[in-house]
């Protein structure tokens, strides 16, 4: 596979944004013979690690319309990293300028956004890096010389800085410094490693910085399932268990903050379209309560209660307990702390609503078939 690598180098020296027969020639290795090689080493090699990974894929690409600089094969999760925009992954990162190549564990480092990509914040992306190190401490220690940095320089494009913020350990080939194939398999066999364990963690953590809250991405998956698609594999991130004791937490907190200020409060959660009903005087409050392990930047909602809300207006209002820790220790999911956020009156924001799924009512159809039963 090292002249692979070196054939790929000579074509980046030739780059060209226009398909030039260089770039042909580049397009096919990094498509079709590196992913191959990969394949056939990871078939070999994935009985070694610690964590399974059922639905592990190899991708080359070398344009995104026009040629790109850098072009790339990557190593991921098809549930966990569907695309390179999202989640973690493994990645061969060919420089711009036939230097050599990088092998990141990597990130999705744009966002797809009123309709064009558009990067992830640099603080953003350093808070992940960060959790995705402390979470492979000790497997980083298993070998010498990863890479928390690395430069990936280019022409024109600005997707090299991306990769470089968004790399959490790496190893570098340089050109005409390329390892055997032994060395190469056992580097793409630690650094699986690696990914697969930072899926399992990532997994076993509620919140990820960056990521959609918990019970965002259980929403999500929810409603896939319930129109026979899956996300991520089809598991949800909270238990059931867990979503009580966080939205005890938050009723807790709002309860207590209304009784300071005179308010006599129930709890009608289980049978109303809201969470508290308070009372002060003349004054009647209808509070809807949402309780959440991140920042609490999006919430949801359900359709029964918007409609309750909109009617309610003003005599309601909107309470998020924010940063709720949840400690798993024992039997029971215990909640603590939180930063209580109130607005009242609660004005809901139609702009600021999104569907997460819709329900169709069938059209009238022009035919209908039923198979014949089987013998």
Partial sequence: MRSTFEKIFQLQQSWSSSNTAEMGARGKLVRNTLPDWISGELHNLLHQLEFSLPDIQTQGRDATGRKSEIPWVRIHSVSRSPNATEGWYLVYLFDAFGTGVTLSINQGTTRWQDGEYRARKPAELESRVEWARQSLAEEENLREGLLRSIKLPTRKSKLGA?????????????????????????????????????????HNTLQIPGDPAPEILDALTS???????????GLFRLTA???KAIEDRAVLVTREHLHQFGFKT??????KSYDIDAKRGSDHLFVEVKGTVSAGETVILTRNEVALHKDKYPNNMLS????????????IPVATQGTLKITSPWAIDGSALTALSFEYTSPA???TYSPPNPC
Avoid: Q, W
């Fill in 266 to 271: 129930r709890d009608v959660g289980a049978t």
């Fill in 162 to 202: 991306g990769y470089e913020r968004g790399n959490v350990f790496a190893i570098r080939y340089g050109a005409g410094e390329i390892p055997d194939d032994k060395t190469l398999s056992s580097d793409l066999l630690y650094m699986t490693r690696l990914l697969a364990t930072l899926y399992e963690r990532s």
């Fill in 320 to 331: 998020i307990v924010t940063d709720i820790r949840l400690d798993n220790t024992g039997k």
């Fill in 365 to 367: 159809f022009t035919a």
């Fill in 223 to 233: 409603a896939d399932v319930s129109a026979g698609k899956s996300r991520g594999g």
């Fill in 241 to 243: 268990s867990e979503r």
